[in-house]
C-alpha cells in the first residue's frame, strides 16, 4: 500500500484487513503490527473515549490514582491529542463495570500503558471527527482546524464535536499507529499542569476508600496472630459479644475477628478480645543477624537474565562483591506502592564505583565510558553538570559525593542521580546534603509530575537506605510499630532536593514512579565511601553499620 | 450525649466519653481530613487542632473537649476557597498520595500560628510528628517556607 | 555595750575572709604550659578504643554536646540550684577547646577540677568521682578526646547567682567535700563486682544525679546512692529501697542500662535516656558489671501483693470514679485514661503484649513523687533519628494541667496501694516551667 491512502479507508477497514506494508529495510509482516499500549488488550476506540451530545468529553482507563498524578496527566494527553481543553473531560479511572481492564497499577507502567493507549484512542478519535466534519462541511479533512472541541473551516464554518459524534460511531478498532500530533505544537503535553487531584486532599475531600461511607455500613477489626503459624487457643467471644455495640464477633480456625456498629467500639472490643486470647505458638526464626547466611543456604535456582559475553584482553584484576539488604516493609500509611527492583540497583551502581575505583577512575566518566546508550549518556552529563561534579575538588574531612544511574527495569525511564552527604564521625551518622537528578520520561507529559514522583522516591529510598529494617527475635516479628522500625522524619530529609527533567518530544512514555530509588540507593553509599573510605556493602546504612566501619 | 466545638460549630454526638476525637470527626460528623493512620500517637494522619496545639486524635478522647475548639482541616478552607496553608500546598503541588496531608497541614498551622517566620530547624523539628511515606517531605518543607511568607526557593543549608 | 556587736562582727569578717585567703592560697594552682596539639599518631590505637569506651560511660558527650550540635564542643547549659553552668568545648581545638592541653592538664582537671590556666572548673562537671580513675583510665581518655574532630567553638559563660560565680570559692568547696584517692577494689568481692563498684563511682558518677546533695551542692557522705534529682527529675534511690514493684535483678537492670527499657520497671526518660544510648555504645561486659554492682545495693522492698496490683489504700479514692476539680467541669479520668493512654497502656493493648510495661510496674508511678510521671505524660519519649527503642507521644497540647492532674491521681489510684502524690499540681507546673526534652 502507499502512504497517500487517505485516512478514512485505512480507519474504516476493520478487523479482517492483512496489511501488506513494505518499509525500507524491514522485514515483511503478514500479520497487522500489536496494537500500542492497552490498546493491545482492549482495541476498541470507545472502551477509550466517548464523546457526549453537549461535546463534554469522557476518556477511561483501567490504572488508578495513588497520587502519582496520573489523572492529571492522562488528562492532559487527551486533551492535547483531541484538541480539547483539560476542564471539558471527565477521566474515569479502575471501575470493573466501565473501564477496561489494566490489571494492576503498579511497576511504574500506567504512562506506558494506558498513556499510550489514551494518545493514540484520541489521536484516532480526532481524525474520526475531522473526517465527518469535513463530510459535513464539503471541504478536505487536511484544510480544518480545532479549537477547543470546535472544528473550523477555512471559510469560517465550524462543526462542535458534539454534534459531530452524534453522527458517528467510535465503537470502532483502533490502528496501530496514524494521527499523532506533532510534538513540537504540544502546549498541554509537556506543561506542568496543576493536579486536579491535590485541592482535595489538602482540603479534606474525601480521597480514600477509608473515607466511602455506605447505608448501614459496620465496622470490624481483626486480632492478629502474635507469630507466623501461631494456633489461637480459646479466646473469650461469648464475653466480647455482649461489649456495647458489637454486632458479631467470628472466630474461624485461628481467625478472630469483631464487627461493631462504632469504630470505637470495635477497637476496644478487639483490645478485649486479644487480652482473652491464648496462642500456642511455635514459629522459629532465625538469629536475625544470621538471615542473610540462612538464606544463602536454602535450596536455589539461578535463573539467568542475560548471558553476554565479549572476550577481552585477560583480567588485570578481578573483583567480586556481595550485597545484602535486610527484610524491609512497605510500611504504608495509606495507599501502598511497590519497593521497585532497589536491591539489584543499589549492588550494581555500588559495584560500578568499585570497579571504578580499582580502575582509578572518576565514578561519573567510568560510567560514560561503558555506556553506549545516548540518552544514559545524556542524563548522566545532565545531572552531574547541575550538580557540579568535580572530581578534583578538595574534599574536606566527613564529607562525600556519589553517582549512580540505572534505567528502571531496563525499560522504563533513566534516572542518573548525584549527592553529597556528611557523616558524624562519633555517631556513624550520615546526613544528607544537596541531592540532584536528572531524568529522561521519554515525551514528558507533566513535567513537575515527574519532578514530584522522583524527588519523592529519593527520599522514600533515603529512609529505606539509611534506616529500614524488620526487626524480629526467635518467635516474633518486633517491629510491629513505628518505634520498632524507624523510618525518615523531617529533621534528616536532605538539605535539598532538585530534579532535572530531560525531554524527549514525540518518544514513548517511559515508566517514572520507581525510576529514582535504585540510583539514590548506591549513591548514598557511593558518596559513604567517598566520605570515609568504608565500602559499606550491607543494608541499612545505620549508624552502628556505619560507625563500626569507620572505626574511632 | 457530649458537646463538641468543631470549626466554630456546636454539635451534639452520641458517643462514648472515651471515644477519641478522630472517630467522632470521621464517623459521626462525617469530617474525612483526620485520617487513621497508626492510632498510637506516632505517624501524625489524625493531627487536629485543639485550642491552638496540634494534637493527635486518635489519642484525644472527647471527654477532654468540654469548652475546647476544635479546628480540622475542613475549617481552613476548601477546594473552591482555600486557607493560606492550603493554598501554600497547592502552590507547591505538595502531595503524592495525600493521605498524609491533612495532618501536615494542620500541623503547619499551628507552627505558625505560634511561630511566624521559623528557622529551617525549627520547622524539620516542629513536624517531626508527622510521617509521610511517599518521600514528598522537601514540597511539604517548601510548602511552609511559602506559607510563613519565606522565600520559596531553596532552603537554606542548617 | 553596743560596741560588742560590731567588734564581734568585725572579727568575724576578718576570720571569713582570712580562712578563704587561706584556702585560696593552700589550693591555688599555677597555669601548666601549652603544648602543640598532638597528632593521632601519638595515641596507640588501644588508647583511643578504650578511652572512647570510658567516654561512653562516664556520659562526656551527653553534658559536652548542644542538641544537634557538634559532639563534644560544648554549649549545653546544666541548671543547678545556684544557676546554669555551660559545659565547655573538649574537642582539641587549640584555641577554643583543649588542643593545647598536655596530659597533666587534662589529669589535673579530671582529678582536681582545675583547667590548664589553673582556673577552678565547677563540680558540674564530676572530677569528685573522676578523682578515683585510674591513671591508664585518664590517659585513654585523654587520647580519646585528642583525637577527635576538632571544633572551634567559644565557650559559653555561665549563668550563675552571686557568690556562686566567683571561681576562687570553689577552692574552699574542694576543701571541705574533694576526697582524693584512687579507688580500690574489695578482694571478697568478684571481679565483675569490682569492675562495677569502680565504673559507678569513678567514671559513670551516678551518685552525681543518683544521691542526695547538700545545701553547698555536694553529695551527702553517709546517703551514697539514696536517691536524688537531675534536671528537675526524680532519680530514684539504687543503693537502697527502690519504689519498684519488684526488685531490679542484675539482668534486668542490664536490658534497662543498654536499651532504655525494662519490661517490669519501666523506660529511661529525662537525662536516663541519654545515659543509655550511651551504654548502648559500651561492651557488654561492662554494662553487665554495672548491673551487678548495683544489684547488690538494692535490698528488697516490700512484699509486692501481684494478686491485687491495682488494691485501692485505705481513704485513697474510688479510682473508677469522676473527679470534681472544682473550677473546671467535671473530669473523667478513667475515660482519659482509656481514649488517650489505653492503646499502649491497657491491659489488653498492643504494647503491653510486646513491650511497654504495665503501669502497674512503672517505677514513676510508684515514685514517692509525682514529677517523673507527670513530665512523661507531658512530654513523653522523643523520637531518636534513625533508632529503635522506646516511643511515647506527648500530651502537652492534647490535656488540660487539670486533665493531667486527675489522670496522675487516677494512675496512682489504679495502679499502685501506696498513698496519693503530695505534689501533683506543683509538679505539673514545674515540669512545664522547666520545658521537655533531653
Known amino acids: 500500500m502507499s502512504a497517500a491512502l487517505s485516512r478514512r479507508s485505512v480507519l474504516a477497514a476493520g478487523s479482517g484487513l492483512l496489511v501488506s506494508i513494505a518499509l525500507p529495510g524491514s522485514q515483511v509482516w503478514a500479520d497487522e503490527p500489536p496494537l500500542p499500549g492497552s490498546l493491545k488488550e482492549t482495541p476498541l476506540l470507545d472502551a477509550w473515549i466517548r464523546v457526549g451530545p453537549d461535546g463534554a468529553i469522557t476518556a477511561f482507563t483501567g490504572k488508578t490514582e495513588l497520587g502519582q498524578g496520573l489523572k492529571t496527566a492522562l488528562i492532559q494527553i487527551v486533551a492535547e491529542q483531541l484538541d480539547v481543553a483539560p476542564a471539558r473531560i471527565g477521566l474515569v479511572t479502575a471501575d470493573t463495570a466501565r473501564t477496561p481492564n489494566e490489571g494492576f497499577t503498579a511497576g511504574s507502567h500506567s504512562m506506558q500503558d494506558s498513556g499510550t493507549a489514551l494518545l493514540n484512542a484520541a489521536a484516532q478519535t480526532r481524525l474520526l471527527l475531522l473526517d465527518a466534519a469535513a463530510a459535513a462541511l464539503g471541504v478536505a479533512a487536511e484544510t480544518l482546524t480545532v479549537v477547543d472541541g470546535v472544528v473550523h473551516a477555512q471559510g469560517g464554518a465550524t462543526r462542535d464535536y458534539g454534534s459531530l459524534a452524534a453522527a458517528l460511531s467510535l465503537h470502532v478498532r483502533a490502528q496501530p499507529t496514524g494521527g499523532l500530533k506533532d510534538p513540537a505544537s504540544y502546549r498541554v503535553m509537556g506543561a506542568s499542569m496543576p493536579r486536579i487531584d491535590i485541592p482535595g486532599k489538602v482540603t479534606g475531600g474525601a480521597a480514600f476508600i477509608q473515607d466511602m461511607r455506605l447505608p448501614g455500613m459496620l465496622h470490624a477489626r481483626a486480632v492478629r496472630q502474635p507469630s507466623t503459624g501461631a494456633v489461637l487457643l480459646r479466646a473469650d467471644t461469648e464475653a466480647v459479644g455482649r461489649l456495647p455495640g458489637v454486632v458479631k464477633v467470628m472466630r474461624e480456625g485461628s481467625y478472630l475477628a469483631v464487627v461493631a456498629a462504632k469504630e470505637w467500639q470495635a477497637i476496644k472490643a478487639m483490645r478485649a478480645l486479644a487480652a482473652s486470647a491464648e496462642w500456642r505458638e511455635s514459629a522459629t526464626l532465625p538469629e536475625q543477624s544470621q538471615a542473610p547466611a540462612l538464606i544463602r543456604s536454602l535450596p536455589a535456582r539461578d535463573i539467568p537474565v542475560l548471558t553476554w559475553s565479549n572476550p577481552a584482553a585477560p583480567a588485570v584484576q578481578r573483583i567480586s562483591a556481595r550485597y545484602t539488604r535486610p527484610y524491609q516493609m512497605h510500611g504504608a500509611i495509606g495507599p501502598s506502592c511497590a519497593l521497585g527492583a532497589y536491591l539489584n540497583i543499589f549492588a550494581i551502581e555500588s559495584f560500578v564505583d568499585e570497579l571504578a575505583a580499582a580502575a582509578g577512575a572518576d565514578p561519573v566518566d567510568f560510567r560514560l565510558r561503558h555506556l553506549t546508550d545516548e540518552r544514559a549518556r545524556d542524563v548522566i552529563r545532565l545531572a552531574a553538570d547541575r550538580f557540579g561534579w568535580d572530581t578534583k575538588a578538595p574534599r574536606e574531612p566527613d564529607r562525600g559525593r556519589g553517582f549512580a544511574f540505572a534505567r528502571y527495569k531496563n525499560l522504563g525511564a533513566y534516572c542518573a542521580v548525584a549527592l553529597n552527604l556528611s557523616v558524624e564521625h562519633e555517631t556513624g551518622q550520615i546526613r544528607l546534603g544537596r541531592v540532584v537528578a536528572a531524568v529522561d520520561s521519554g515525551q514528558p507529559i507533566n513535567p513537575d509530575g515527574i519532578r514530584n514522583q522522583i524527588e519523592g522516591a529519593m527520599v522514600q529510598a533515603a529512609s529505606w537506605t539509611l534506616y529500614e529494617e524488620v526487626r524480629f527475635d526467635r518467635r516474633h516479628i518486633t517491629s510491629t510499630d513505628w518505634s520498632g522500625y524507624p523510618v525518615l522524619r523531617f529533621p534528616a530529609a536532605p538539605d535539598s532536593v532538585e530534579v532535572h527533567v530531560l525531554p524527549r518530544p514525540g518518544q514513548p512514555f517511559l515508566g517514572t514512579g520507581e525510576a529514582g530509588q535504585g540510583p539514590m540507593a548506591a549513591a548514598i553509599a557511593n558518596a559513604l565511601r567517598d566520605a570515609t573510605g568504608a565500602r559499606v556493602r550491607d543494608l541499612p546504612l545505620s549508624a552502628e553499620r556505619v560507625k563500626a566501619a569507620i572505626g574511632v | ?158 | 555595750m553596743s560596741i560588742r556587736p560590731r567588734r564581734v562582727a568585725g572579727i568575724a569578717a576578718v576570720v571569713v575572709i582570712g580562712a578563704a585567703l587561706a584556702a585560696y592560697a593552700v589550693a591555688w594552682q599555677p597555669a601548666i604550659a601549652p603544648i602543640e596539639p598532638p597528632a593521632r599518631a601519638a595515641f596507640p590505637a588501644a588508647d583511643i578504643a578504650g578511652g572512647a569506651e570510658l567516654a561512653a560511660l562516664g556520659d562526656c558527650a551527653v553534658c559536652h554536646t548542644v542538641p544537634n550540635g557538634p559532639p563534644y564542643a560544648g554549649g549545653r547549659g546544666v541548671p543547678t540550684p545556684f544557676g546554669t553552668v555551660h559545659a565547655t568545648n573538649i574537642t582539641p581545638d587549640p584555641d577554643t577547646g583543649i588542643g593545647r592541653w598536655s596530659l597533666p592538664a587534662f589529669r589535673r582537671a579530671m582529678r582536681d577540677g582545675v583547667d590548664r590556666a589553673g582556673r577552678n572548673l565547677y563540680p558540674v562537671l564530676p572530677y569528685p568521682h573522676f578523682i578515683h580513675a585510674t591513671e591508664a583510665d585518664i590517659a585513654a581518655i585523654y587520647a580519646f578526646l585528642m583525637t577527635r574532630r576538632p571544633v572551634q567553638r567559644e565557650d559559653r559563660a555561665n549563668d550563675l547567682r552571686f557568690p556562686f560565680n566567683a571561681r576562687p570559692l570553689l577552692a574552699g568547696w574542694n576543701l571541705l567535700f574533694l576526697r582524693s584517692g584512687e579507688w580500690r577494689p574489695d578482694p571478697v568481692r568478684s571481679p565483675e563486682w569490682n569492675r562495677g563498684a569502680y565504673l559507678v563511682e569513678a567514671i559513670g558518677h551516678c551518685g552525681a544525679c543518683h544521691t542526695p546533695h547538700n545545701f553547698l551542692g555536694a553529695e551527702q557522705s553517709g546517703a551514697t546512692l539514696a536517691g536524688g534529682e537531675a534536671e528537675g527529675w526524680y532519680a530514684p534511690p539504687l543503693g537502697s529501697a527502690p519504689p519498684a514493684s519488684r526488685p531490679w535483678s542484675a539482668d534486668q537492670l542490664a536490658t534497662y542500662l543498654r536499651t532504655g527499657l525494662e519490661q517490669g520497671h519501666g523506660a529511661a526518660a529525662g537525662p536516663m535516656t541519654a545515659v543509655t544510648r550511651q551504654l548502648a555504645t559500651v561492651p557488654e561486659e561492662d554494662v553487665r558489671a554495672l548491673a551487678v554492682y548495683i544489684a547488690s545495693l538494692m535490698p528488697s522492698p516490700a512484699p509486692f501483693d501481684a494478686a491485687n496490683p491495682g488494691a485501692a489504700s485505705p481513704g485513697s479514692a474510688n479510682p473508677g470514679a469522676a473527679v470534681s476539680s472544682g473550677v473546671h467541669p467535671v473530669i473523667d479520668p478513667e475515660a482519659i485514661f482509656d481514649g488517650a493512654c489505653g492503646a499502649c497502656h491497657g491491659a489488653d493493648a498492643p504494647m503491653t503484649l510486646g513491650g511497654a510495661p504495665s503501669l502497674t510496674l512503672s517505677t514513676a508511678v510508684r515514685a514517692p513523687t509525682a514529677r517523673n510521671a507527670v513530665a512523661m505524660i507531658l512530654y513523653g519519649l522523643p523520637w531518636r533519628e534513625g533508632h529503635t527503642g522506646p516511643y511515647m507521644p506527648a500530651f502537652a497540647g492534647a490535656l488540660t494541667d487539670g486533665q493531667i492532674a486527675a489522670l496522675a491521681d487516677y494512675l496512682r489510684a489504679r495502679y499502685t496501694a501506696l498513698p496519693p502524690w503530695p505534689d501533683v499540681e506543683a509538679a505539673i507546673q514545674q515540669a512545664k516551667r522547666q520545658g521537655g526534652g533531653t
Open chain 2, 1 to 158: 450525649m457530649m458537646k463538641l466545638t468543631v470549626n466554630g460549630r456546636e454539635h451534639a454526638v452520641d458517643a462514648e466519653p472515651d471515644t477519641p476525637l478522630l472517630y467522632v470527626l470521621r464517623d459521626d460528623l462525617g469530617l474525612n481530613g483526620a485520617k487513621f493512620g497508626c492510632g498510637l500517637g506516632q505517624c501524625g494522619a489524625c493531627t487536629v487542632i485543639v485550642d491552638g496545639e496540634a494534637v493527635f486524635s486518635c489519642l484525644t478522647p472527647i471527654a477532654t473537649l468540654a469548652g475546647r475548639a476544635v479546628t480540622t482541616i475542613e475549617g481552613l478552607g476548601s477546594a473552591q476557597a482555600p486557607g493560606p496553608v492550603q493554598r501554600a500546598f497547592i502552590e507547591e503541588q505538595a502531595a503524592q498520595c495525600g493521605y498524609c496531608i491533612a495532618g501536615m497541614v494542620m500541623r503547619a498551622q499551628a507552627l505558625l500560628t505560634r511561630t511566624a517566620r521559623p528557622s529551617e530547624q525549627q520547622i524539620r523539628d516542629a513536624m517531626n510528628p508527622n510521617l509521610c511515606r511517599c518521600g514528598t517531605q522537601m514540597r511539604i518543607l517548601a510548602a511552609v517556607r511559602r506559607a510563613a511568607g519565606m522565600v520559596p526557593e531553596k532552603a537554606a543549608a542548617r
